[in-house]
């Protein structure tokens, strides 16, 4: 608990005494904050590259990617730690295998659901049908959306989207036309599953394409204690800066809402920590 002492000291010397009496509230509820395990579930049909997104996006080799048979059979439950906590990462079983299997995953899909931070609901980019996944995602996932999750349908492996020869290797950009049938099929899956166009992401795990993107917008859906957790655990490549900035602004509000929380004072005083944010930033900035 040194680190939080420090911040204590800090503060002194800039003439803010804490009482003792609060610091070891402050220091719980910090403790609580930082030593989260942020929980991703990675869901979606065998095959469409689950295992793949999660190694591109976090960048360990922890789960498993096969070529031809369904490999992931049992929820992994896979603790990555890029950074100081570690993320609970659920690459779950694929979906649409068979009757008897939907009826198994979708028990344990809906169990999984309340425990999770944020979804991802990976889609292959080249299918031509979803209905298997309409029918779980309308049953489990919607009613969860609707009480304010953050949730994401990600549509992988757009690089094989039509006229695929036009995928540039060396950019692993896509060519004018495929871009063009890549937008025309994010806008038809967000009618499909009734989401704002914003909430499906075109992303090639393979090619490395598309993942900035997503994580600035998982970042951008999760509340403010967990955004720079959340970061801290993503591949350095895949961390824009505007990302980074919103995981410190997001750490810092949380900061400043529990000591001001804790210590009683006045509304006005309140307004006054709240505006000179910078200049706590500039105390704790060593942190
Ligand atoms: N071209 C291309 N292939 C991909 C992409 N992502 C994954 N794949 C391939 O798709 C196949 C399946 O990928 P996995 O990551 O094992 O898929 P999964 O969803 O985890 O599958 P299960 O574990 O069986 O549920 C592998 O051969 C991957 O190399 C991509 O973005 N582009
Ligand atoms: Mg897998």
């Known amino acids: 608990m040194s680190g939080y002492r420090n911040i204590f000291e800090s503060l002194e010397k800039q003439g803010v005494v804490i ?10 509820r910090l403790n609580s904050v930082m030593s989260y ?14 295992s793949s997104l999660c190694n591109a996006v976090f960048g360990q080799d922890v789960c498993k990617i096969c070529d031809v048979a369904a490999c992931t059979r049992a929820p992994q439950e896979v603790i990555l730690s890029m950074g100081k906590n570690g993320i ?7 979906i649409g295998e068979s009757v008897e299997r939907d009826k198994e995953y979708g028990e344990l899909y809906k169990n999984l659901l309340p425990e999770l931070d944020i979804v991802l609901w990976v889609l292959k980019g080249d299918d031509r049908a979803f209905s298997s996944d309409e029918i779980f995602y309308k049953k ?9 999750r953050p949730f994401f349908i990600v549509l992988n492996q757009v690089d094989k989207i039509e006229p695929f020869r036009e995928w540039n290797e060396a950019t692993k950009m896509p060519g004018v036309k495929q871009a063009q049938n890549i ?3 994010r806008r038809s899956v967000a009618s499909i599953f009734d989401l704002p166009l914003t909430s499906v992401i075109a992303v090639s795990a ?3 394409y598309g993942l900035i993107e997503l994580v600035d917008n998982v970042v951008h ?4 204690d967990k955004k720079a957790i959340l970061l801290e655990e993503v591949k350095e490549e895949n961390r824009s800066s505007s990302a980074k900035q919103e995981a410190k602004n997001g750490f810092w509000d949380t900061v400043i809402d529990i000591v001001t929380d804790i210590i009683p004072v006045a509304p006005v005083v ?9 200049i706590i930033e500039k105390i704790f900035s060593w942190w």
């Open 140 to 148: 489990l996932v919607r009613p969860y959306i609707d009480k304010g």
């Open 221 to 224: 859906s999760l509340p403010k």
């Open 183 to 185: 937008e025309e099929k």
């Open 19 to 28: 009482d003792p009496a609060y610091r070891e509230s402050i220091e719980k």
């Open 206 to 208: 393979n090619e490395r």
């Open 88 to 94: 609970k990462l659920l690459d779950v079983p694929g």
């Open 270 to 278: 309140k307004g006054v920590i709240k505006a000179g944010k910078a």
């Open 37 to 50: 395990q942020p929980r991703v579930g990675v869901f979606g049909k065998t095959g469409t590259g689950k």
